[in-house]
């Protein structure tokens, strides 16, 4: 499915403002260059947008697929994010109101729509983002041969930012003249660039040879290309970043952190050490079996919830602490740490 900037976009993102699964809805919110027309979500409904995810847009909130069709989209965009990636039961009657008013249908959950609905109009499409991609093979670290810089985002948790890091310094390599590709790995960064690899929706012993594949295709005659990194090597539950790592056979890192954090989220045992730390262990990891030694370039400071002298106190305080160039891409942009990470 292609998405220009004359496509009219519902995002379906019931719970998700102010909750904690509407990364992808948010992120489509704040980065698509389409022309998105309402949101859907029944617990903020008729509120301002703006106030309430400090996303510069201003899109009506309405409660309901019905409502929203009032706004004539062509595109209904599952936004929300629940852990497991699983449909809600209680969402499939509001998507159903979609396909029969002939919207088309991006889903980004690991549930497959195109079985529950066979029978389209000819305009009309599902796309299932998180499908494993044909060919497939084991990785082999051939990455190692472009020319191109290679940057991955690397975290301390889930879902702290690494895609939006990923997407303000693509940006600003853009509009730096560089030429630059930002490889999407997950649901919401597919949505956004309108490819890539749906990383967890890999088989294993494939997730290394995705990376490659996707970034051997997208680094060919690049001179930078930016990788969205996935989950985290502290994480107890997440198993991307490994391959990541492997695939993209990255000549940088990216440190992606939420201020403040000490722990992994929803899990108050698992402590995330100091930063240097984790600096350490990430360039230790990346630099094995690789033909160069692998460095943390930069960190990515995720200060949301803070206000802006408080932001900037505690970037201060982690560039002391780890030695590195320290910024919140999302509230200053990107262009500091791409001079950081591309001189």
Excluded at 249 to 256: A, C, E, H, S
Excluded at 272 to 277: C, Q, R, V
Aim: contains cysteine; aromatic residues 4%.
């Amino acid at each position: 499915m292609k998405l220009t900037a004359n496509s009219r976009v519902v995002i379906l993102l019931e719970g998700g403002i102010k909750g904690i699964h509407g990364k992808t809805g948010l992120a489509f919110l704040r980065y698509s260059q389409t022309n998105i027309v309402a949101v859907i979500d029944s617990e903020t409904a008729g509120e301002s947008l703006e106030s309430s995810t400090k996303i510069e847009q201003s899109v009506p909130i309405v409660s309901d697929t019905a409502s929203a069709l009032v706004y004539q989209p062509d595109i209904l965009l599952i936004g929300i994010a629940p852990s497991g990636g699983q449909l809600p039961i209680a969402l499939q009657a509001e998507i159903a109101i979609a396909v029969e008013a002939g919207l088309s249908i991006i889903n980004g959950l690991h549930t497959p729509l195109k079985p529950l609905f066979p029978y389209l109009q000819p305009a009309q499409e599902i796309w299932d983002l998180r499908q494993e991609p044909a060919g497939l093979t084991v990785g082999k670290g051939k990455a190692q041969s472009l020319t191109a810089q290679r940057i991955l985002t690397v975290g301390t948790d889930m879902a702290i930012g690494k895609m939006s890091a990923s997407l303000e310094l693509y940006r600003a390599a853009v509009e730096r003249g560089i030429k630059a590709q930002f490889v999407a790995t997950g649901q919401a960064g597919i949505a956004i660039a309108g490819r890539g690899i749906p990383l967890d929706a890999v088989r294993v012993d494939f997730a290394a040879g995705a990376v490659e594949q996707a970034v051997l295709q997208l680094g060919e005659g690049q001179d930078l290309v930016i990788i969205e990194g996935q989950g985290s090597l502290l994480h107890p539950g997440s198993t991307a970043t490994l391959p990541l790592i492997r695939g993209s056979q990255p000549t940088g890192l990216v440190l992606v952190h939420r201020a403040g954090a000490k722990h992994v989220r929803e899990l108050p045992n698992f402590l995330i050490p100091p930063l240097p730390e984790v600096i350490q262990l990430y360039e230790t990891i990346a630099s094995a079996g690789t033909i160069s030694q692998v460095k943390v370039k930069a960190i990515a400071l995720n200060t949301f919830g803070l206000d802006l002298a408080a932001a900037e106190a505690v970037i201060k305080s982690t560039a002391k602490l780890t030695g590195l160039p320290c910024s919140d891409v999302v509230r200053c942009g990107g262009a500091t740490l791409l001079s950081a990470i591309y001189g």
